[in-house]
């Protein structure tokens, strides 16, 4: 499915991802499919069983390679709690948060939402999506519970609520991108970010 992709089924699925930069989900056909992918229904069918399935794993598949350049960062970060490496630590999470941030100000401020429209309507897509975000959000979680043990994150700053304000925040930012009464950058946001989760000297116990 989600991580089985070569050959005839790759391309339909790239087709499929390709269409959708396009058009609405709901304006593309098994026609289109056929005609840009040059293969025959009956292809299509035995490798995604439905136009529904096809569409909601093109989103999948559109959502992960959008996100790969945050990986990039959670790597970094990942590596920089390794090396006890505190100023590496801030640049990575910083920049992904900052990262996260700037797609609302791209010129389709609502790419990131529109991709997940039809994942949440197949049950089996959205079960093996859930499973790969489950995946990214565990190694954050990692991510910070290693910053506090090492003194860089404030002990008190509540894990699970930090990750889901944040990012879920950064896919909802199309709201506030067009208003004139809250102004925001991706900048600073991520100084926010810092500010609020980098522990004050005082905040880290004396364990001397």
């Given at each position: 499915?989600l ?11 790239e ?11 709901d304006?593309?056909h ?13 292809t ?8 529904g ?11 992960i390679?959008?996100a790969?350049?945050?990986h ?19 640049q990575?999470?910083?920049?992904n ?10 010129g389709?401020?609502?790419?990131i939402?529109?991709q ?12 093996e999506?859930?499973?790969?975000l489950?995946?990214?959000f565990?190694r954050?979680v ?6 506090k ?8 700053i509540?894990?699970?609520a930090?990750?889901a304000?944040c ?26 970010w ?15």
């Amino acid at each position: 499915m989600l991580r089985e992709n070569s050959g005839t089924r790759l391309h339909i699925l790239e087709t499929a991802e390709k269409l959708l930069s396009e058009r609405r989900s709901d304006e593309i056909h098994i026609a289109d499919i056929v005609d840009r992918a040059s293969v025959g229904v009956q292809t299509i069918y035995y490798h995604f069983g439905s136009l529904g399935r096809l569409i909601a794993e093109a989103q999948a598949f559109a959502y992960i390679r959008t996100a790969e350049p945050l990986h990039a960062f959670l790597l970094a970060a990942e590596k920089a709690v390794v090396e006890n490496d505190e100023p590496t630590y801030w640049q990575a999470t910083g920049d992904n948060v900052m990262l996260a941030w700037t797609y609302g100000f791209s010129g389709d401020r609502w790419k990131i939402p529109m991709q997940l429209i039809d994942v949440w309507a197949d049950p089996v897509i959205r079960r093996e999506f859930t499973g790969l975000l489950d995946a990214q959000f565990e190694r954050w979680v990692n991510v910070i519970e290693g910053g506090k043990a090492r003194g860089w994150v404030s002990p008190g700053i509540d894990t699970h609520a930090l990750i889901a304000s944040c990012w879920g925040g950064s896919n909802g930012q199309g709201v506030f991108a067009g208003t004139s009464k809250i102004h925001f950058t991706p900048e600073t946001i991520r100084d926010f970010w810092v500010e609020i989760v980098k522990a004050k000297r005082y905040d880290v116990p004396d364990i001397l």
